[in-house]
């Protein structure tokens, strides 16, 4: 299911369509907003550190750890936020890998994403240790070698960065 507003969320007049649209009574603009992303593409070498999702959507599928940005939070602030959360380290940001469109499955909407992925380090690996709300396991990768991962933004994501790393 896509994203429909019926109602105006200023007046609560019916709205003539599903956004991008404007309110006929008081005449305010609705969009479809994407909604921004960070994640972490931990590297080692030539390998990349995931997680096991541990809730959903894609329970028990390999991903990134990141998440939704909070509001006002810069994607690369919260890319470090989601690294701590997730597998408890502190990592050093490098490169911005890139931005992709995605969609993310959210109370029975399927919502646009903005998902912005940073190359980081993580000074001491022994220090990982995965919130087993977000990850069931982690392990390393090869970046030539992904296993199926979670969302599209993340496997293209990973190509780019291995093109990054290796030129």
Not at 57 to 78: M, V
Request: hydrophobic share 45%.
């Amino acid at each position: 299911m896509t994203v429909r507003a019926a109602y105006c969320p200023r007046c609560a007049a019916a709205l003539p369509s599903a956004p991008p649209t404007a309110c006929r009574s008081c005449g305010y603009a609705l969009f479809v907003n994407a909604r921004p992303t960070a994640s972490v593409i931990v590297v080692d070498g030539g390998r990349f550190l995931a997680i096991r999702r541990a809730r959903a959507p894609h329970e028990g599928e390999w991903a990134l750890p990141g998440g939704f940005c909070d509001g006002w939070e810069h994607p690369a602030d919260a890319a470090v936020r989601e690294a701590r959360e997730e597998v408890g380290a502190e990592v050093t940001l490098g490169d911005l890998v890139g931005m992709y469109v995605g969609d993310y499955d959210f109370q029975d909407e399927r919502l646009p994403v903005l998902d912005c992925f940073f190359l980081a380090t993580v000074a001491n690996r022994a220090a990982l240790t995965p919130d087993p709300c977000e990850a069931s396991e982690m392990d390393w990768f090869a970046l030539n070698a992904p296993p199926p991962l979670a969302f599209d933004t993340m496997r293209k994501a990973i190509a780019d960065a291995k093109q990054l790393i290796c030129r």
